[in-house]
């Protein structure tokens, strides 16, 4: 299993836009065979600071996600949002087991 957690400091006019896209691209990225989960989180003590928590089966599959309709739709949509360009750290599952969060 592979998470990637993707950093967002969004430009304060724009939260409600990247919410709105970041959302519609979550809720297509859930359909994903190798998508298993995708969380779009804001940060309490800083609203313009928001964390993608994408979970895949492998490691190949953030690509193949990277290549879908709906990411491209939101990395054109939000691009201009963006303070300073997005960060994105890969980490693997220790606990629970893999099987624990299969779909």
């Not at 959302?23 to 298993?36: D, F, K, T, V, Y």
């Not at 990277?66 to 994105?88: C, I, K, N, Q, S």
């Amino acid at each position: 299993m592979l998470y990637a957690l993707i950093h967002c400091h969004i430009k304060p006019e724009y939260i409600d836009a990247f919410k709105a896209a970041s959302m519609e691209n979550a809720r297509n990225s859930i359909l994903e065979p190798g998508c298993l989960r995708f969380d779009v989180i804001q940060q309490d003590e800083d609203p313009t600071r928001f964390v993608l928590v994408e979970i895949y089966r492998t490691a190949d599959d953030p690509a193949r996600h990277r290549e879908t309709a709906h990411y491209l739709t939101w990395r054109d949509t939000t691009a201009e949002m963006f303070v300073e360009p997005r960060t994105g750290v890969k980490y693997h599952n220790v606990f629970p087991d893999d099987a624990g969060l299969e779909k």
